[in-house]
């Protein structure tokens, strides 16, 4: 079993940066693929980023060069570095967790974290 925390969201104007953090606990990242996804109000909850136990990563293309998505498995933690946020990247964010190889599908992570919002202001 493994407990996900995150952290770092927050309010800030279009075209500036946040950091999110996810940090695991029970069991450690080893073996497990990590995913940041969002889920805006009337949204479904989509794939931002994931990145696997080889670092191998993946990006959804709304993201893609501005969000960049790593991993500290000594210290149980995955990070998200959000640059030139927009507007439309205002969602709550979560960090989820899967034993295996990269997938890109809220179905195929059965651990979640409570999430933490980012709100980005025109």
């Known amino acids: 079993q493994v407990q996900l925390t995150e952290s770092g969201g927050g309010v800030v104007q279009t075209g500036e940066s946040l950091t999110l953090t996810c940090t695991a606990s029970?069991?450690?990242?080893?073996?497990?693929?990590m995913g940041w996804f969002r889920q805006a109000p009337g949204k479904e909850r989509e794939v931002v980023a994931t990145?696997?136990?080889?670092?191998?990563?993946s990006y959804a293309d709304s993201v893609n060069g501005r969000f960049t998505i790593s991993r500290d498995i000594a210290e149980n933690t995955v990070y998200l570095q959000m640059n030139d946020l927009k507007p439309e990247d205002t969602a709550m964010y979560y960090c989820?967790?899967?034993?295996?190889?990269?997938?890109?599908?809220?179905?195929?992570?059965?651990?979640w974290g409570q999430g933490t919002q980012v709100t980005v202001s025109s």
């Open positions: 989820a967790a899967r034993l295996g190889g990269l997938r890109s599908g809220p179905e195929d992570f059965p651990y």
């Open positions: 029970g069991t450690g990242l080893s073996g497990r693929c």
């Open positions: 990145i696997d136990e080889n670092g191998h990563t």
